[in-house]
């Protein structure tokens, strides 16, 4: 059994949660980025792990609006005020996260979400895990009300969506500088 992490970025009722990018399209790195005053966490994730982020934390609001006695006004679209196009901020890598839970907080109508970061390559020993190795140095946890979360989303699918273009022919990505199409003969 491991500890808990030695240290937790934990933010409550940041001032902003975004998913954003650094790098031209086809070599971008996605980062999860938070800020609650002067402190700003980010973490990388892969654009799959981005994308799916957007799509079950979607699933959970949408389930959220038909749970009866439910007494929080979950949000369908983002709420105009909160939509959030601006760049990321400053951004040093905290860790690469590995995997990423979601919850719901039903006293503060807050959804939760945690990551935490890849194991080091060190802490694994053939098939088996070293305990000592394996515990945790860190995890992100994030809470924020739903409203900022439907935000999130949209902005999370937009920022996946506008990575290069997909060709029509193959469906592969294509390249600024070019693409070869690997459309197979029949």
């Known amino acids: 059994m491991t500890d808990a992490p030695a240290h937790v970025h934990e933010f409550d009722w940041p001032d902003r949660v975004v998913i954003g990018t650094v790098g031209p399209p086809g070599d971008r790195t996605f980062y999860l980025q938070v800020r609650a005053g002067a402190q ?24 959220l609006i038909d749970v009866e006695g439910n007494r929080f006004s979950v949000p369908t679209s983002t709420p105009v005020e909160l939509v959030d196009n601006d760049p990321l901020e400053a951004v040093q890598e905290q860790f690469r996260t590995g995997t990423i839970g979601i919850g719901w907080d039903p006293t503060t109508a807050q ?8 194991p080091d390559d060190d802490a694994l020993d053939g098939d088996a895990i070293d305990d000592d190795a394996a515990e945790e140095s860190e995890m992100l946890r994030v809470r924020m009300p739903v409203g900022a979360a ?21 469906g592969y990505p294509m390249d600024p500088d070019g693409h070869i199409c690997t459309i197979p003969d029949y």
């Open 40 to 63: 700003i966490v980010s973490i990388a994730l892969e654009k799959q792990q981005s994308a799916l982020l957007a799509q079950k934390l979607d699933e959970v609001l949408d389930q």
């Open 111 to 118: 959804v939760i979400l945690e990551a935490h970061p890849l």
């Open 150 to 170: 439907r935000a999130f989303t949209q902005r999370t699918r937009e920022i996946v969506d506008a990575g290069r273009p997909l060709c029509t022919l193959c």
